[in-house]
T-cell receptor, first 109, second 114 residues
Framework: GQSLEQPSEVTAVEGAIVQINCTYQ??????LSWYQQHDGGAPTFLSY????GLEETGRFSSFLSRSDSYGYLLLQELQMKDSASYFC??????????FGSGTKLNVKP | IAGITQAPTSQILAAGRRMTLRCTQD?????MYWYRQDLGLGLRLIHYSNTAGTTGKGEVPDGYSVSRANTDDFPLTLASAVPSQTSVYFC?????????????FGPGTRLTVT
């Protein structure tokens, strides 16, 4: 079966750094993606890790360790607009995406 | 059109009725997907299509059907709606299958089955 575990909610202050963890169990792992979703909106793609290591895109970075079945999303210099839900997702059987339940990030001034 | 459009934006449907949710993309993407998102939860894959003319079942396909007659359109049909199908439905596309390819999501259809 497929499973993805991520914290349900995280709170941080503006300007801080926050890390959202994601652990997975799957048969046939290809890579881990991260999506952002604001309340009432559609998910938008943030990053993808196919290999172990860190991928950086501006204020956002994502990390993957295949041996630990673990990844994280790192958000730096938090802004109020970063308040949203963040989902990790992995591909299995090459065609099917499995999403975690999401982490609600609350950024406070 | 730029990206993915979905119709209707929202719908209230009586149980037992048939309903088709429409999805159109103008990016010439090969792969398309239908997800449902229940309140406060993640997205669950209903059906997918790797390319025009092919479809496959996702995690929660029961009660839903899809077709992919051409590259641009991927309609989702509920043959006989039930209250448990109350959800927000998102259509998505990607250039091709594979996790390295970004999925682009439509704005969603909010469906309430009474």
């Amino acid at each position: 079966g497929q499973s993805l575990e991520q914290p349900s909610e995280v709170t941080a202050v503006e300007g801080a750094i926050v890390q959202i963890n994601c652990t997975y169990q799957t048969s046939g792992f290809y890579g881990l993606s991260w999506y952002q979703q604001h309340d009432g909106g559609a998910p938008t793609f943030l990053s993808y890790n196919g290999l172990d290591g860190l991928e950086e895109t501006g204020r956002f970075s994502s990390f993957l360790s295949r041996s630990d079945s673990y990844g994280y999303l790192l958000l730096q210099e938090l802004q109020m607009k970063d308040s949203a839900s963040y989902f990790c997702a992995h591909l299995y059987n090459f065609n099917k995406f499995y999403f975690g339940s999401g982490t609600k990030l609350n950024v406070k001034p | 059109i730029a990206g993915i459009t979905q119709a209707p934006t929202s719908q209230i449907l009586a149980a037992g009725r048939r309903m088709t949710l429409r999805c159109t993309q103008d990016m010439r993407h090969n792969a398309m997907y239908w997800y449902r998102q229940d309140l406060g939860l993640g997205l669950r894959l209903i059906h997918y299509s790797n390319t025009a003319g092919t479809t496959g079942k996702g995690e929660v396909p029961d009660g839903y059907s899809v077709s992919r007659a051409n590259t641009d359109d991927f309609p989702l049909t509920l043959a006989s709606a039930v209250p448990s199908q109350t959800s927000v439905y998102f259509c998505a596309s990607s250039e091709r299958s594979g996790s390295s390819y970004e999925q682009y999501f439509g704005p969603g259809t909010r469906l309430t089955v009474t």
